[in-house]
């Protein structure tokens, strides 16, 4: 039989039998006077096999040894068993993740620890605030990592009055313009430290975060905030990191 013959009755296409025989998995047949590859069943077979094999999972690299010493399938088998399972627990995992995400409305593209403190325009907040602290959240949540993430959202979970006084500054710091007075942007910096120090503390600030960390978000920051508020941003990292070097020197 020929290529196309073998490929449709094997169920693959002649693209795939010519990568068999370039990987050495399928021997070269003789050629007819026409120089086309002529096939026999023993091909057939063999190419059948490849195909059962590759569907359990089996590697083309694995393949040889398996097709020529079928007494290598009980230790492959465990192999395939052992990334089955664990495959099967990570889409369990991910079909978990989006039953959370379902029920709560939370946005998909944050980890679900972190969904909720996502401001939405429901909540009276600049459209281009929304999309600022959406973005700010992806990249912490990253340079966290899953462990440092958890830990941030157990820490960000406070009682419901230190919850409205954080909300009462976000608004204060969402409604500055190149209007604002100076006092009140100094004193919005000084309450802002007051309140986020506690935070800093418990985590250490930036130090377990990836030392590019700081520079990326004042990147961001630079990118979506005003200039009054990109400063602020600053003077207030700035603080805290003063702070934070002068304890270690004491």
Partial sequence: MLSSELAALAGVTVRTLRHYHQIGLLPEPPRTSGDYRQYDVGHLVRVLRITRLTALGVPLSALPDVL???????????????????????????RASIDVLRSTGAPPDLPPELSAWQAGPGLGVPEDMVG??????????HLLGEKGTAGLAALLDVPEDARAASAALTARFYALDADTPEHDVEALIDEWVEQIRPLVTSTGGMSSLDPLAPALLDQLGARSLRPVQHRVVRALQQRLARERSDSHDA
């Avoid at 600022?132 to 949540?141: F, H, N, S």
Wanted: without cysteine.
């Fill in 68 to 94: 020529d010493d079928p007494t290598v399938a009980e230790e492959l088998l465990d192999q395939l068993d052992r990334q089955a399972a664990a495959e099967i627990e990570r889409l369990t995992a991910r």
């Fill in 132 to 141: 600022y602290e959406r973005e700010q959240l992806v990249l912490i949540a």
